[in-house]
C-alpha cells in the first residue's frame, strides 16, 4: 500500500518536472536572444554539432511517415535561411581576446522561440484533453507535420546561425589581426 501511494506521488511529480526543465530551457533560449552576448567558439562549436545532430535525427522520423520528414525538412531549410536573414542582422562587437561579442536581433529569435513554445503547449493541451476523456488527437504529440515543420524550423534557425557566427567571428578575428600587423 505504501509502495502504490509513492509510486503515484512519483508519476505526479514527472510532469511538474518536465514542465519545470521546459520553462528553464525556454527562459535560457530568450536569453540569448537579447543584448549582447560574449562569442565563445568551444560552446558555439559544441551547440552547433547537437544542432547538426539533431536535425539529422529529426529527418528520421521519415521511417514513421512521408509526410513528417517532409514538414522536418522544409522547416530545416526555411529556418537555415532564416538563419542566414538574422546573421545579416546581428552586429559583431570585436574587443580584446575573450571580450569578442555579437548583439542578436531579438525579433527573430524570440519569435521562433514563441512558435515552438505555442506549437508544444497547443499539442500537450490537446493530448491532456484527450487523456482526460476529450476527443483523441489526430497525431501523437511528434506525430504532426506542423509541429515537426516547427522543430526543423527552430533546428535549422539556430544550426546556420551559430556556425554564420563561428564563421564571421573568425573572418573578423583575421582581418582585425592583418590591420595590426
Known sequence: MLAQAAAQSTSALIPVAMGGLMVWVVYRRIRRNFGRQVIHTRKMTVRTGLFALFACLLLTV??????LAEGALAGLIIGGAMGMVGLRLTRFELGTGETDCYIPNPWLGAALTALLVGRMV??????????????????GPGDSPLTMAIVGLTLGYYLSYYAGILVHHRRFKRQALAQAA
Open 122 to 139: 497547443y499539442r500537450f493541451v490537446i493530448l491532456g484533453a484527450a487523456m482526460h476523456g476529450g476527443p483523441a488527437p489526430a497525431h
Open 62 to 67: 521519415g521511417f514513421a511517415g512521408l509526410p
